[in-house]
T-cell receptor, first 113, second 117 residues
Framework: NAGVTQTPKFQVLKTGQSMTLQCAQDMNHEYMSWYRQDPGMGLRLIHYSVGAGITDQGEVPNGYNVSRSTTEDFPLRLLSAAPSQTSVYFC????????????FGSGTQLSVL | AQSVTQPDIHITVSEGASLELRCNYSYGATPYLFWYVQSPGQGLQLLLKYFSGDTLVQGIKGFEAEFKRSQSSFNLRKPSVHWSDAAEYFCAVGVRYSGGGADGLTFGKGTHLIIQP
């Protein structure tokens, strides 16, 4: 059972480049979310989804896009990377009836130069 | 808006000693409260949660937490720490979700626990 899989684990981008962080889960979880973790800031919610075709914004959505075409996948897109987006990104999923019991991926460390 | 404060950025404890990590929350209604742990290089794992009822809740790995409404606190405790407890600990508050459970978690900034031999 793989759980929540994030790729890549590390990424370096130049300012203005675009990329997609991948997230996949094999637990048939309805709820999926993206967080960023910055030193001294804790985790902040970027976007979340309560099911395929449904997404919504979290606390810090600017500069990020998401889509949810399947239950399993929830990619996060950076359309034009900025140094302020240097962070560690975590994908998490849970059953809709127990959303607080989040299962986290191992994270993607992103540096934007 | 809900918020969580973890006053201690770092805590150092000797192996075998007791531990208490502090968490204070701000929330207008009855809070749903959680503690998560993050081991180095890993994602977060839910340790325990409080929704209602008994104010002392038990979690995994021998941890417990006590909800004190009068103090707006939800402190995490462990009677005797092990070297493997060294990690980052996050307190979080959520809002009740009509489908069950809690949603919209707001996390504190975390407390880094260091275990001395």
């Amino acid at each position: 059972n793989a759980g929540v899989t994030q790729t890549p684990k590390f990424q370096v981008l130049k300012t203005g480049q675009s990329m997609t962080l991948q997230c996949a889960q094999d637990m048939n979880h309805e709820y999926m979310s993206w967080y960023r973790q910055d030193p001294g800031m804790g985790l902040r919610l970027i976007h979340y989804s309560v099911g395929a075709g449904i997404t919504d914004q979290g606390e810090v959505p600017n500069g990020y896009n998401v889509s949810r075409s399947t239950t399993e996948d929830f990619p996060l897109r950076l359309l034009s990377a900025a140094p302020s987006q240097t962070s560690v990104y975590f994908c998490a999923s849970s059953y809709s009836r127990e959303r607080e019991k989040l299962f986290f991926g191992s994270g993607t460390q992103l540096s934007v130069l | 808006a809900q918020s969580v404060t973890q006053p201690d950025i770092h805590i150092t404890v000797s192996e075998g000693a007791s531990l208490e990590l502090r968490c204070n929350y701000s929330y207008g209604a009855t809070p749903y409260l959680f503690w998560y742990v993050q081991s180095p290089g890993q994602g977060l794992q839910l340790l325990l949660k409080y929704f209602s009822g008994d104010t002392l809740v038990q979690g995994i790995k021998g941890f417990e937490a006590e909800f004190k409404r009068s103090q707006s606190s939800f402190n995490l405790r462990k009677p005797s720490v092990h070297w493997s407890d060294a990690a980052e600990y996050f307190c979080a508050v959520g809002v009740r979700y009509s489908g069950g459970g809690a949603d919209g978690l707001t996390f504190g900034k975390g407390t880094h626990l260091i275990i001395q031999p």
